[in-house]
């Protein structure tokens, strides 16, 4: 995924570079590159479920932070 952005008129290059900074790790491309660096094996089902078990942990916290 190719990623840019174009210098607005008033906008210094601090703020541009900050800019593309955020959409670059919007795009979730450096997670892939650093996933796809090393090869690792399949998650086991086990694993699966305890990481779901945790993300359910903290979507839980986030709904009582929110409500």
């Known amino acids: 995924m190719i ?7 008033s906008e210094s ?8 900074k955020k959409m670059f790790f919007q795009t979730r491309v450096a997670n892939k ?5 090393y090869a690792t094996r399949a998650l086991s089902s086990r ?3 305890e990481k779901a078990i945790i993300r359910q942990v903290y979507r839980d ?6 409500a």
Do not use: C, M, Q, S
């Open 3 to 9: 990623v840019y952005t174009i210098k607005n008129e």
């Open 13 to 20: 290059n601090e703020k541009l570079i900050l800019r593309y």
């Open 33 to 37: 590159l650093r996933n796809g660096r």
């Open 47 to 49: 694993k699966i479920r």
């Open 61 to 66: 916290i986030n709904e009582k932070a929110r």
